[in-house]
């Protein structure tokens, strides 16, 4: 079991920065790999970013790529998104999610991880 918990989600002028994080617990942090969706109301979970277990590889949506940052840091056991420049069509509920799995790629469906948190509110304002 992996228990997932999402922070600092919040209100931001357009062109802001934010850092979400998501603190990990429950199995050993650097077994499995981390991703970031999101979900906008009346639309679906879509892919953010994703990182590897040892954080050595990340992939990015098309449409943040630039813009944020994934990490991670073991001896917190916690994972981390920058959002730079922030767009008001970066409006939604971030999700962090835990995938078990072992072989590449890292995966950008939902359908690919195990274990999510409840989800942080971000609201960019134009």
């Known amino acids: 079991q992996v228990q997932l918990v999402e922070s600092g989600g919040g209100l931001v002028q357009a062109g802001g920065s934010l850092r979400l994080s998501c603190a990990a617990s429950?199995?050993?942090?650097?077994?499995?790999?981390m991703g970031w969706f999101r979900q906008a109301p009346g639309k679906e979970r879509e892919f953010v970013a994703a990182?590897?277990?040892?954080?050595?590889?990340?992939m990015y949506a098309d449409s943040v790529k630039g813009r944020f940052t994934t990490s991670r840091d073991g001896a917190k056991n916690t994972v981390y998104l920058q959002m730079n420049s922030l767009k008001p069509e970066d409006t939604a509920v971030y999700y962090c999610?835990?995938?078990?799995?072992?072989?590449?790629?890292?995966?950008?469906?939902?359908?690919?991880?195990?274990?999510w948190g409840q989800g942080t509110q971000v609201t960019v304002s134009s």
């Open positions: 429950g199995r050993t942090f650097r077994s499995y790999r």
């Open positions: 990182i590897s277990r040892s954080g050595g590889s990340t």
């Open positions: 999610a835990a995938d078990l799995g072992t072989m590449p790629p890292l995966k950008t469906t939902p359908a690919g991880y195990e274990y």
